[in-house]
């Protein structure tokens, strides 16, 4: 007597079973084997735990992140940068007022005066550079024929007051000796690839 | 006389014996949040503030604690400021009827899992006032959002609740434990494996958690229902949120994953030194809650968002029909006494 009734609704069970799997193939106009599949992959939650497994490896490999203060990301040589004026080693300055890289900035950030100096030759009074307008594109060191004015490889730097922005000529060529050291390693390392 | 002052006075240090601990958990569960997301994104996460970010909590705490609550000029002032309260409140209050282990439960209340369904959805007036007071589209709509998800994904919730009810029957929390003792195939995780995951999947819809996250969808609607609050009103929103994750957490592994029972129990094959292993305890009880917060973040830093007419199809064409078959087939079950988990 029990037993019947177990077949019964087991019986039903199946039958609306199956009605359901046509039902659903035929709603979303699968055949019933790629129902089957659908289902199956549905349901196991197949796609999702494989998205899981992905974020869960990354937890394991190294990170990416660098930690700036402390951590820089390597620089090139051939870093354009913060622009500085250099000296010869006897420490006469390099400039000698031809204005071709005046001429040659694209972002007419640079502005210079000259005169004869005592000695007679032609000297700046006033080498100016706009770092507010410098794009950084370096016309003005391939320009140069004395290799006076060039970029280094700095790249933080800032300004605290209105006016800083103007890289006067005395500061230009602090920066210079500061970083001459620092040029010349940086040509050598390039000198194979110019 | 002053029998009922000092039982009053045991009752409060009870419930701050399980408040301060909970608000403990939710600040450096969003640490965990932010490390966590952060190792699965290749990155590091904070670690600035004290040894490896491990005092990042409390820096946001003070932060939060000190800045300026925003009135906006067109809110509703006395529901702007009722609605975080109406959030955090219940989320706190459901606490009450968690048992941590056998007999260590603040209310051990008959029907404990009716008391958290109601606290659970009373938690969204919060929600919808924020959005309707803030007077802000933004708001507005995410209070929208965040109330049709909430009240759709509760009939699944619910139903995946009658299956556990139907298979303990009681309605006390401690009691659906008990019945859940006898090794790891007693678990209910077991027989009503579809309610499992269906009760998993509506809490993640219903904590507003990725990837059902449209309420506060910052791509669409900025931040959602809570876009108008700062300061400490926003903080009472973060606690709630948070607090609302960790009680889905242990109600899961409450109601499927045998609570404080061990997964070692009635295991012959281990060696007599780990015998102990064999004993319930509070501590699986955590473990397998802080499985479930782990799995919170690793979803969240997993899947993208759902669309919206996405998750009311999900919930409605989905998890509804999918619980209603389980329950049949459960009360089959349990009318052929299938062993062993139905006797």
Same mark, same amino acid.
């Given at each position: ?86 000296? +010869? ?5 390099? /400039? $000698?007022? !031809?204005?071709? %890289? #005046?001429?040659? &900035? *694209?972002?007419?950030? =640079? ?15 006033? +080498? ?5 307008? /410098? $794009?950084? !594109?370096?016309? %003005? #060191?391939?320009? &140069? *024929?004395?290799?006076? =004015? ?29 970083? #001459? ?14 | ?343």
């Amino acid at each position: 007597m029990m037993h019947d009734n177990h077949t019964w609704i087991l019986a039903t069970l199946l039958t609306l079973g199956l009605w359901l799997w046509w039902a659903y193939a035929r709603a979303n106009q699968l055949s019933l084997l790629q129902t089957a599949w659908h289902l199956l992959r549905s349901f196991t939650l197949f796609d999702l735990l494989k998205g899981l497994t992905v974020t869960g490896k990354h937890m394991f490999i190294r990170k990416a992140t660098i930690q700036y203060p402390e951590e820089e990301t390597p620089i090139s040589p051939r870093f354009r940068g913060m622009l500085a004026l250099r000296r +010869y080693p006897n420490g006469e300055e390099r /400039c $000698i007022g !031809c204005k071709l %890289c #005046e001429a040659v &900035c *694209p972002a007419l950030a =640079i502005t210079i005066d000259t005169e004869e100096r005592e000695d007679g030759s032609r000297r700046t009074t006033k +080498y100016e550079i706009d770092a507010f307008k /410098c $794009i950084n !594109c370096g016309f %003005c #060191e391939e320009s &140069c *024929p004395v290799d006076s =004015i060039v970029v280094v490889p700095e790249m933080h730097y800032h300004m605290e007051e209105r006016g800083e922005n103007i890289f006067t000529k005395e500061k230009l060529l602090a920066i210079g000796d500061l970083y #001459e050291d620092r040029l010349a390693s940086d040509r050598r390392e390039d000198e194979a690839y110019r | 006389m002053f029998e009922g002052f000092f039982a009053l006075i045991w009752i409060v240090i009870k419930i701050l014996a399980i408040a301060l601990p909970l608000i403990g958990v939710v600040a450096y569960l969003t640490l965990a949040e932010r490390k966590i997301i952060g190792y699965q994104q290749s990155r590091i996460g904070p670690n600035r503030a004290g040894v490896r970010g491990l005092l990042q909590p409390i820096a946001d705490a003070i932060k939060l604690v000190f800045k300026e609550m925003i009135f906006p000029t067109a809110s509703n002032r006395y529901l702007f400021i009722i609605a975080p309260l109406l959030a955090f409140v219940p989320a706190l209050v459901t606490w009450s009827v968690i048992p941590f282990s056998e007999g260590l439960v603040l209310a051990d209340v008959n029907a404990g899992v009716l008391l958290v369904l109601a606290f659970s959805s009373l938690g969204i007036y919060g929600l919808l006032l924020s959005g309707w007071s803030s007077n802000s589209k933004y708001a507005f709509l995410g209070a929208l959002r965040a109330c049709g998800q909430a009240v759709s994904y509760e009939i699944p919730m619910g139903f995946a609740l009658v299956g556990v009810l139907m298979a303990a029957d009681s309605m006390n929390m401690s009691e659906i434990v008990r019945h859940q003792a006898g090794g790891i195939w007693h678990w209910y995780a077991v027989p009503l494996l579809p309610l499992f995951l269906v009760y998993w999947i509506s809490g993640l819809a219903e904590t507003n958690r990725a990837p059902f996250d449209v309420a506060e969808g910052e791509s669409e609607i900025v931040a959602g229902f809570h876009v108008e609050y700062s300061g400490m009103g926003f903080a009472l929103f973060f606690l709630a949120e948070y607090a609302n994750m960790a009680l889905i957490a242990i109600l899961t592994s409450l109601f499927f994953l045998g609570g404080w029972n061990s997964p070692f129990e009635g295991a012959g094959w281990l060696p007599s030194t780990l015998a102990w292993l064999q004993a319930p305890c509070m501590l699986w009880l955590f473990i397998k809650t802080g499985f479930f917060l782990f799995l919170y973040l690793w979803i969240r830093a997993t899947y993208p968002r759902y669309r919206y007419d996405q998750i009311m199809r999900l919930g409605w064409k989905v998890l509804i029909p999918v619980t209603l078959v389980w329950l049949v087939v459960e009360g089959l079950a349990i009318q052929w006494h299938v062993q062993p988990w139905f006797v």
